[in-house]
């Protein structure tokens, strides 16, 4: 139960300094920790399986590809003085507005989801330690879900290649 | 506490200080390999045949003077090193060095000679190599110079780049493993086929074997593909801001990443600890020979081929290594399910 705060702690503190943070750079590795913290609560919940692919997949590819942008663009300053000056987030920019009324949903959302009552989802398939079992639910249970989520990813990449594609022909030097 | 938890305790701090020293005899048995391969004494002052040259680069590293660029960004500056050598350090916790012993009777239940026996150890070993990136980029970027920010984005890009063809080769070895336990992996591979060949699985996975060693060198950018340090283009690359220890971290990680790669591949590839002529006991010195003898070819590679270009290093990653991992993946996957090739 101790670990269970401890990483509960380390995910929801650092989670929190993510937005904190004036630097992109601290804020991708803030989110790291966040992310090695949640695998440690998977292994707590012995499925080891999913604590690795937790870091493979978040920890080692997404979020390289985060700071590998970020760097990149090299943008530490992300909002103006006089758009901080403004008192109430939705009075700023736009992007800032967008963001927090979407962050008020969220909100909204998770008070709805936490005071719906304490019943909690039953995983179908009894145990989630064994690589077989998942493997089996996924392409069996949940294969629509699996095969939708693959579509989508499709999709972004599609859109990537396009919109990468469509910078080029504009007349900068190809990368 | 019990004995077997002394034993394990005891276990881990001798893994951690013989990675150490591995790192330190790395340095020399490099130097000397090389000297080997272009006709030099290499270094032969510092005690007996010069076997003291570590030590003593080690003392002069430690007295030297601290530099930090100005403009760095502190807290990135020094916990970038600190990241490389720990992610270097954490790989070698899920690999097996050894069959289960009692220590000659010393204790009532076997110890496994490895730190932590995971369930999932082949994916924790991929898992760690995949954060091994941070140490490197972060270094490059908070050194706030040209060189170091280049080598970094060059590292990442060849890190990402590489990586899928090593998961995909250690893919295609669990296939025929059909565990993701390394001492199960392992512990597949004893015994002979015919009573002469040994069932190591080098020789169901020739490719997959190639392909691992290949994005392994790439993965711990050595030589043919040590773009990151190209001293040529980028001075030292990543750690040209850096000095004294904290250069010396990086060092480490390097040595290290190359010691858990080889270890890896003899577990994966070479068959661990079994071998003809040595009872199952002393199997570790079985391993650490063939361990060596991977570290050799690292270096023999390092010191024989040229480096490639940047833009061919690219091109082979995504267009000749990954396609080569995925047919190898699927032929392998083809030849369990229908022909039981196990």
């Known amino acids: 139960m101790t670990l269970f705060y401890l990483f509960g702690a380390i995910a929801v503190g650092s989670s929190l300094l993510v937005i904190a943070q004036r630097n992109p750079i601290h804020s991708v590795l803030l989110l790291i920790a966040s992310f090695g913290a949640l695998s440690g609560l998977y292994v707590l919940l012995d499925a080891p399986f999913v604590a690795v692919i937790q870091i493979i997949v978040y920890a080692g590819a997404i979020m390289v590809l985060f700071l590998f942008v970020v760097m990149l663009l090299n943008a530490p300053v992300e909002e103006t003085e006089a758009d901080l000056a403004r008192p109430y987030l939705l009075l700023r920019s736009g992007p800032m507005r967008a963001g927090a009324l979407l962050a008020i949903a969220l909100g909204v959302e998770l008070v709805w989801a936490l005071t719906r009552g304490t019943e909690t989802g039953v995983f179908a398939g009894g145990s989630v330690s064994s690589v077989r079992d998942i493997g089996r639910i996924l392409f069996t249970e949940y294969s629509f879900a699996f095969e939708v989520t693959s579509v989508l990813i499709l999709v972004a990449m599609v859109g990537a290649v396009i919109l990468a594609r469509r910078e080029r022909r504009a007349g900068g030097a190809p990368e | ?342």
Do not use: C
């Open chain 2, 1 to 342: 506490m019990t004995p077997v938890l002394i034993a394990q305790l005891s276990l881990t701090l001798f893994v951690f200080v013989m990675l150490l020293s591995s790192a330190a005899g790395m340095v020399y048995f490099e130097r000397k390999v090389a000297a080997l391969l272009q006709q030099r004494m290499g270094p032969y002052l510092v005690g007996p045949k010069g076997l003291l040259q570590p030590l003593a680069d080690i003392i002069k590293l430690m007295f030297k003077e601290e530099l930090r660029p100005r403009a760095a960004d502190t807290l990135l500056f020094t916990l970038a090193p600190v990241m490389a050598a720990t992610a270097a350090f954490a790989a070698f916790a899920v690999v097996p060095f050894g069959a289960s012993t009692t220590l000659f009777g010393l204790l009532d239940e076997p110890l496994r000679l490895q730190v932590a026996d995971v369930p999932v150890a082949v994916l924790v070993i991929f898992a760690v190599a995949s954060m091994s990136v941070y140490g490197i980029v972060l270094a490059g970027w908070s050194s706030n110079s040209k060189y170091s920010l280049l080598g970094g984005l060059r590292s990442s890009a060849q890190m990402i780049s590489y990586e899928l063809s090593y998961g995909l080769a250690l893919a295609s070895v669990l296939v025929i493993a059909n565990s993701l336990s390394l001492t199960e992996v392992v512990n597949r591979q004893a015994g002979t086929w015919f009573g002469f060949i040994p069932r190591w699985l080098i020789f169901l996975q020739p490719v997959g074997f190639l392909i691992y060693m290949t994005a392994g060198i790439a993965e711990t950018n050595r030589a043919p593909f040590d773009f990151p340090e190209a001293e040529q283009e980028l001075v030292a690359g990543y750690h040209t801001e850096y000095s004294s220890m904290r250069f010396a971290m990086f060092f480490m990680a390097e040595y290290i990443n190359m010691v858990t790669v080889s270890a890896v591949a003899t577990d994966l590839f070479l068959g661990g600890w079994h071998g003809p002529f040595l009872p199952e006991s002393f199997g570790w010195i079985w391993f650490l020979l063939k361990v060596a003898a991977i570290l050799f070819f690292y270096v023999w590679m390092r010191w024989t081929l040229p480096r490639y270009r940047y833009d061919q290093l690219m091109r082979f990653g995504w267009k000749v290594l990954l396609p080569i991992a995925v047919v190898n993946l699927i032929v392998t996957a083809a030849g369990v399910l229908y022909f039981d090739v196990r």
